[in-house]
Nanobody, 115 residues
Framework: QVQLVESGGGLVQPGGSLTLSCAAS????????MRWYRQAPGKERELVAT????????NYADSVKGRFTISRDNAKSTVYLQMNSLKFEDTAVYYC????????WGQGTQVTVSS
């Protein structure tokens, strides 16, 4: 069965950086598009970044463009989100999602940007 395990979150000061990882299993990772989402307290889940199966297509939400970088390693069945120049408003639980099973969500990883 599909399993996604997010990690790498934490507490960081404004302007800082974090790299999130999402380890996937239970499906042919290299065949499917992957996405990162986030959900801040009291808000709806928001799409942050998308990467196609071969990394040929990448897209970002306007709010993170130029600061975040999505990448993947198909050999390791892992997708990454490099986050730079973090802002208070980036505070959220971050989730990865696979087109192989759109209704599956892992436990997420908490990112808190605070001084």
């Amino acid at each position: 069965q599909v399993q996604l395990v997010e990690s790498g979150g934490g507490l960081v000061q404004p302007g800082g950086s974090l790299t999130l990882s999402c380890a996937a299993s239970g499906f042919t990772f290299s065949a499917f598009l992957m996405r990162w989402y986030r959900q801040a307290p009291g808000k709806e889940r928001e799409l942050v970044a998308t990467i196609s199966s071969n990394s040929g297509y990448i897209n970002y939400a306007d709010s993170v463009k130029g600061r975040f970088t999505i990448s993947r390693d198909n050999a390791k069945s892992t997708v990454y989100l490099q986050m730079n120049s973090l802002k208070f408003e980036d505070t959220a639980v971050y989730y990865c999602n696979t087109a192989a099973k759109r209704d599956y969500w892992g436990q997420g990883t908490q990112v808190t940007v605070s001084s």
